[in-house]
């Protein structure tokens, strides 16, 4: 099985993932660390703005759903992957294994609230307004090679709403990991 988990910047959703290893041991990828690892290779800026533009590049270039094929290709058995923004993105592992997409969200002011603490490139200074617009202008619906969040949020097989404590969170992921327990259970007889 492999567990895919989408969202919006700031909802929790590597958190999410990250529960999900705990819980699960399975093996954990991000999208998002592909582009990372690609930027790299390529001397880019790493901000935010950049790392979505190069994304959407690859997928103009190679196909919408490249990031996820080059997961595809090394990983097997079992696993959980995050960043999940396009919905093509999900094809390639709907048809490697049975596909179960997370989408996390959480309200607007409590995401920006948690992206204001960290130390990412292009982010610095960033008001809520600055971080509503990017989001609507990048990241909510990019097109059939951008960020398409919103058609990701509502092809979601489980909605995660992330507004409370961690111990909520983890309440919320260990539902999850007993449903995906059965699902395996039933299918290995």
Known sequence: MIIGVTGTDGSGKDMVGRLLLEKLGWPYY???????????????????EALASLANELRRAHSPSYLAERIVQRASGNFVVTSIRNP?????????????????????????????????????????????????EVEIEGGEFGQRLRKMMEMADVKIVNDGTIEELKRKVDKIVAEVNNVSSLHLG
Not at 100 to 115: E, M, N, Q, S
């Open 30 to 48: 991000s999208l998002s660390d592909e582009i990372r690892e690609i930027a790299r290779e390529r001397g880019l800026d790493l901000s935010r």
């Open 88 to 136: 093509l993105e999900c094809e390639p592992f709907r048809t490697t294994n049975k596909f179960l997409l997370v989408a996390v969200d959480a309200p607007i002011h409590i995401r920006y609230a948690r992206t204001a603490g960290r130390d990412r490139a292009g982010e610095a200074g960033w008001t809520l307004g600055d971080f509503r617009r990017h989001e609507e």
